[in-house]
């Protein structure tokens, strides 16, 4: 998550939208079938770009951008941006390609869209009802409730990118394992592939879930540079460390950082040459958690 905060107003009322928009982005596209520039069989492809004004009971509440960077053969990589008031969050994750299992269509209503006035299919899936023209198949916008407020998304903007067919890289679903040892007990935490993005980029879950199992921040998110996950926002301290007993001996590294406000986020004992992370450390608040490389793919 990158968090940018001109004002300091409004934290909650954000991450509320957020962790709506992000848990429900299976369902912001639909499947946008009746572009007169689609080929027939193909589907998204990075590249696209969908923009929506948020309301409030009419009022302007913010924006919201959902952005294909990357895909592997099941599911898209994505960005999600939300802008309310002054502040902005930036988050990646992962969403089914097409429709996901679950969703059901509920009934129709008549909105006020980009291309004018339509009557649309609502389909509800994940909290989050989405407005989509029978015709085509086009989402228009949506609603999602929290509270006793429910915020509608209308759209403004797209690009749609096609594709007939792609083929994953090697790298997708490679891992490297990391563990916690404190006395007998031990914890596993991956740094796993899981999408080729534009720009030779790739998209990279630190995947928490062999001991975080059902819990919905199991896995965190990234954009790197390359397949061995270190975060393209990922800053350099400056600071380089040796690193002793490593798996693969005594190795010199460099410390990055990527930080969450001051007090969350990771620390990086990364080596330049092979891209590889040693060392993942995790921080909340004045706790860490270190994790040592324990296996490569």
Known sequence: MIWKDRSGVGTLLVIAVVVILVASAAAAY??????EDKEEGAILAPGTVLKYDLFVADDDFGKYEFEILGQN???????LTTEVGASEVSQYTSTP?????????????VFDTMDGEKTLEVWEYGGVKSYVDPSSGFEYGGEMSFGEDTVVMKLTYYELIWQEEYKESEFIGKAYEYTYRDGARSLK???RCIADCLDGQYGVAYDFSSFMSGSTSNKDYFLCDSPQGLPKDAVFTESTYTLTGTIDGDI??????????????????????????????????????????????
């Not at 639909?30 to 572009?35: E, M, R, T």
């Not at 053969?73 to 960005?79: G, I, L, R």
């Not at 097409?98 to 129709?108: I, S």
């Open 30 to 35: 639909i499947v946008l079938s009746g572009s």
């Open 73 to 79: 053969s099941k599911e898209y990589f994505v960005k």
């Open 97 to 109: 390609k097409g429709n996901p299992a679950g969703m059901k269509k509920t009934g129709t209503i």
């Open 189 to 191: 935490m991956y740094v």
């Open 252 to 297: 010199s590294v460099e410390i990055w950082e990527f930080m969450i406000g001051d007090m969350m986020g990771y620390v990086l004992y990364y080596e330049p040459d092979t891209n590889i992370i040693y060392r993942v450390v995790l921080k909340s608040g004045v706790n860490e958690i270190l994790f040592d490389l324990t296996g490569k793919p």
